[in-house]
């Protein structure tokens, strides 16, 4: 089993700037490609951001492309999501998963409780 916990949420203006952590625990997370996904208020879930298992492929979003940027941290078992010129539109929960190189859900085994983030304009 792998644990995630996700932080760093929180309010911000709009064109401001987040930086998200999801830590793993308990199995390691290093084997498994990682991910960022969000929820807004009435939406689907939807895919953010990916990131192979060793960190030398990513994908986004086109809604966040150019802005935001997905990394992880192997040593420490950590995932990042630095999120720059926020917009409203990217309120949401957002959630981190880990599983297979995808930009679907079903590819993800395990899922963090997720973190608020609002952007107020």
């Known amino acids: 089993q792998v644990q995630l916990v996700e932080s760093g949420g929180g309010l911000v203006q709009a064109g401001g700037s987040l930086r998200l952590s999801c830590a793993a625990s308990?199995?390691?997370?290093?084997?498994?490609?990682m991910a960022w996904f969000r929820q807004a208020p009435g939406k689907e879930r939807e895919f953010v951001a990916v990131i192979s298992s060793s960190g030398s492929s990513a994908d986004y979003a086109d809604s966040v492309k150019g802005r935001f940027t997905i990394s992880r941290l192997n040593a420490k078992n950590t995932l990042y999501l630095q999120m720059n010129s926020l917009k409203p539109e990217d309120t949401a929960v957002y959630y981190c998963?880990?599983?297979?190189?995808?930009?679907?859900?079903?590819?993800?085994?395990?899922w963090g409780q997720g973190t608020q983030v609002t952007v107020s304009s």
């Open positions: 308990g199995r390691t997370a290093v084997g498994y490609a």
């Open positions: 998963a880990a599983g297979n190189f995808m930009k679907t859900e079903a590819g993800y085994r395990y």
